[in-house]
Nanobody, 129 residues
Framework: QVRLVESGGGLVQAGGSLRLSCAAS????????MGWFRQAAGKERELVSS????????YYANTVQGRFTISRNNALNTLDLQMSNLTPEDTAVYYC??????????????????????WGQGIQVTVSS
């Protein structure tokens, strides 16, 4: 059974940092793009950041560019998101996800959440002002 389990969320003050981790089990994803989505209350789920299978390419939403850093460890089957200089607008449930499409070695994953095959259960990140 495939599982993605997020950890590292919680409550932090504005300007603070958090590091989210996603541990995959049940199969390896070292040939798949992976990403972090978030969904704030009353809003649609959005792609925050994603990374190609070999870490050669990354994508960041404009709202997090320069503040968030995505990384992965294929040997450990993990995906991380280092979040810095957090603002209340970053408050959301964060999900890790796997995109199994393989259009090329630099594919960083779809912006469309429906293209992702596996999802974690989500973890709350709350940034207080």
């Amino acid at each position: 059974q495939v599982r993605l389990v997020e950890s590292g969320g919680g409550l932090v003050q504005a300007g603070g940092s958090l590091r989210l981790s996603c541990a995959a089990s049940g199969r390896t994803f070292n040939s798949a793009a992976m990403g972090w989505f978030r969904q704030a209350a009353g809003k649609e789920r959005e792609l925050v950041s994603s990374i190609s299978w070999n870490s050669g390419r990354t994508y960041y939403a404009n709202t997090v560019q320069g503040r968030f850093t995505i990384s992965r460890n294929n040997a450990l089957n993990t995906l991380d998101l280092q979040m810095s200089n957090l603002t209340p607008e970053d408050t959301a449930v964060y999900y890790c996800a796997v995109d199994l499409h393989t259009p090329g070695p630099h594919y960083t994953g779809s912006r469309d959440s429906s293209e992702y095959a596996y999802w974690g259960q989500g973890i709350q990140v709350t940034v207080s002002s």
